[in-house]
């Protein structure tokens, strides 16, 4: 299969569906892959087949290579939406992360002060106070739950830790109001097992959890690219949409992306 690594430790503007013109940092290795979830649609591709690279970008490096960016967008008269935090696998997991995000603030704020920033993370180091911290600080924490379920979590997003989804309820208590839920769903097979989030108890035990957890937003997307399970289907955006009808109703702010 085609992997999607970003090669530089700054990359685009580039169109997010979800974002805007967004501009990437990637805290993570630049030829290869390092998250401690792996999962089954990632764009980077499965832990096993990442290449070699593991060596993460230093925090000054990140720093020059990100000041250097949004001036050189400045002087020539561009714009951005966001400075977006994704990359080669999970951002938290860099040493640096907090104070790479208050120089990205600091940044943010000297040349583009309308600009967001945000961090996709799939929220496994919420729990880790300086990390919490940080995404505090963010305009947008962006925060991965696929499933109410733990089983369909091991086996869609496979964390390579013990995973827990009370120890994530009680870390996600401090982001009440203050954070974005962001949730794939799929449907399709692997290693000769059904995958799908997306059936009614699926649905409406999801349903339940975002309203528990009391996201600020909602974003809910399907598979985009070819990924590393090859089985996996899209889901419509028309089913996406009466997934998440009954949270519109109540008032939350959802988008749906196809
Ligand atoms: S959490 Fe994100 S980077 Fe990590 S394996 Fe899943 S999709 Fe890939």
């Not at 696998?89 to 907090?98: C, S």
């Not at 961090?119 to 991965?144: E, Q, T």
Request: aromatic share 8%.
């Amino acid at each position: 299969m085609s992997t999607i690594l970003f090669n530089e430790i700054v990359f685009g503007p580039i169109h997010s569906r979800r974002l805007g013109s967004s501009l990437g940092v990637n805290l993570l290795p630049r030829y290869g892959k390092w998250c401690n979830f792996d999962c089954l649609y990632c764009e980077c591709g499965f832990n096993a087949d990442g290449k070699s690279d593991k060596s993460l970008p230093k925090a000054a490096d990140v720093k020059a290579a990100l000041e250097d960016k949004l001036s050189t967008i400045h002087k020539e008269g561009g714009n951005i939406d966001t400075i977006t935090f994704s990359g080669n696998g999970e951002p938290t997991m860099h040493p640096d992360f907090p104070a790479i995000i208050d120089y990205a603030l600091e940044l943010r704020n000297r040349f583009f002060p309308n600009a967001k920033v945000s961090v996709l993370s799939n929220a496994s180091r919420i729990g880790v106070p300086d990390v919490a911290d940080a995404l505090l600080k963010v305009d947008n924490a962006i925060l991965k739950i696929d499933s109410a379920f733990e089983e369909t979590t091991m086996q869609i997003d496979r964390p390579q830790f013990h995973y827990s989804l009370e120890n994530l309820k009680k870390g996600l208590n401090m982001f009440r109001g203050k954070f974005v839920l962001q949730t794939m769903f799929l449907r399709g097979e692997y290693n000769g097992a059904v995958v799908d989030n997306t059936t009614e108890r699926e649905v409406s035990a999801w349903q339940k959890l975002a309203e528990e957890i009391e996201p600020r937003e909602i974003m809910v997307y399907t598979i985009d690219r070819e990924t590393p399970a090859h089985n996996l289907e899209k889901v419509s955006v028309a089913e996406m949409e009466e997934f998440t009808a009954p949270l519109v109703k109540k008032g939350y702010k959802v988008s749906v992306s196809g």
